[in-house]
């Protein structure tokens, strides 16, 4: 599939001038199960730019995930959205979505070991878009947030990783002594499903293995506070304001970590 998004709605994010962005299924294989992608980016650019891997949240690789990859992509990143469950998986429900991401949340080595193959698959992009293979970042949203916290845990080298309100916990903490990048965690203060103790058990993982790492905390804010379609009211639920300030940090992120 190839496919463009014209004339996008830029929320929670600066506006770009309009642009023809390319949308493209990847097809790849993690140890003989196929798995699929998508390939977002500006095709007007022919300059390389910053790579990013994107995680999801627990829907998967949906149209919805693409138009988000397409608003952090505008003209200056290549987006690459990962599928964490494989081709055959795409829940159509909270419950069936529910099942996906808790059988990868509860095996952390093959959260790692899928995030890794995708962060591979981004870099094998170069062959279709200019891209700069040794300046890759990582995002996730939600179930994707504490994938790519995942990634940093397991001692994979890019520039940074940007969690949006992701789970934060992990059963081996002692792994942040891995972690080589700086690490930005957009939390919502009110969030019922990321409680204190999650964050101040993070806090004390990131001081003890000495990381280069932020967290903010978005008070009235709750769990996916970035995403139009959350609705679910005190638990997941969208906040324009608090989506501009966190894809703000994002981007004053990915300026200070990415080789210029």
């Given at each position: 599939?190839?496919?463009?998004?014209?004339t996008?709605?830029?929320?929670?994010?600066a506006?770009?001038?309009q642009?023809?962005?390319?949308?493209?299924n990847?097809?790849?294989?993690?140890?003989?199960?196929?798995?699929?992608?998508?390939?977002v980016?500006?095709d007007?650019?022919?300059?390389?730019r910053?790579?990013?891997?994107?995680?999801?949240n627990?829907?998967?690789?949906?149209?919805?995930?693409?138009e988000?990859?397409?608003?952090?992509?505008?003209?200056?990143?290549?987006?690459?959205?990962?599928?964490?469950?494989?081709?055959?998986?795409r829940?159509?429900?909270?419950?069936?979505?529910?099942?996906?991401?808790?059988?990868v949340?509860?095996?952390?080595?093959?959260?790692?070991?899928?995030?890794?193959?995708?962060?591979?698959?981004?870099?094998d992009?170069?062959?279709i878009?200019?891209?700069q293979?040794?300046?890759?970042?990582?995002?996730?949203f939600?179930?994707?947030?504490?994938?790519?916290?995942?990634?940093?845990?397991?001692?994979?080298?890019v520039?940074?990783v940007?969690?949006f309100?992701?789970n934060?916990?992990?059963?081996?903490?002692?792994?942040?002594?891995a972690?080589?990048?700086?690490v930005?965690?957009?939390?919502?203060?009110d969030d019922?499903?990321?409680?204190?103790e999650?964050?101040?058990?993070?806090e004390?993982?990131?001081?003890?293995?000495?990381?280069?790492?932020?967290?903010?905390?978005?008070?009235?804010a709750?769990?996916?506070?970035?995403?139009p379609?959350?609705?679910?009211?005190?638990?997941?639920?969208?906040?324009?304001?608090?989506?501009?300030?966190?894809?703000?940090?994002?981007?004053?992120?990915?300026?200070?970590?990415?080789?210029?």
């Amino acid at each position: 599939m190839k496919k463009t998004l014209s004339t996008l709605v830029m929320t929670g994010l600066a506006t770009m001038a309009q642009a023809d962005m390319t949308v493209q299924n990847v097809a790849y294989e993690i140890d003989g199960k196929p798995f699929q992608g998508v390939l977002v980016f500006d095709d007007s650019v022919s300059t390389p730019r910053p790579g990013v891997l994107m995680v999801p949240n627990w829907m998967g690789v949906t149209e919805q995930a693409a138009e988000k990859a397409a608003k952090v992509a505008g003209s200056e990143y290549v987006v690459f959205v990962a599928d964490m469950y494989g081709k055959d998986i795409r829940p159509q429900n909270p419950d069936e979505a529910g099942a996906a991401a808790t059988a990868v949340r509860s095996d952390r080595p093959l959260m790692r070991h899928r995030v890794n193959a995708a962060l591979s698959v981004l870099r094998d992009q170069a062959d279709i878009v200019p891209l700069q293979t040794d300046n890759l970042v990582a995002i996730g949203f939600c179930f994707g947030g504490g994938a790519v916290l995942e990634l940093a845990r397991s001692g994979t080298e890019v520039k940074g990783v940007v969690s949006f309100h992701g789970n934060l916990d992990t059963p081996t903490p002692e792994d942040a002594k891995a972690i080589k990048m700086p690490v930005l965690v957009l939390h919502g203060a009110d969030d019922p499903f990321v409680p204190q103790e999650q964050v101040s058990a993070f806090e004390d993982e990131m001081r003890n293995a000495k990381v280069d790492w932020q967290l903010i905390s978005y008070g009235g804010a709750v769990h996916s506070f970035s995403d139009p379609y959350a609705t679910m009211t005190g638990k997941a639920e969208y906040h324009p304001l608090v989506a501009k300030r966190a894809f703000g940090a994002m981007r004053q992120f990915f300026n200070e970590v990415l080789i210029p």
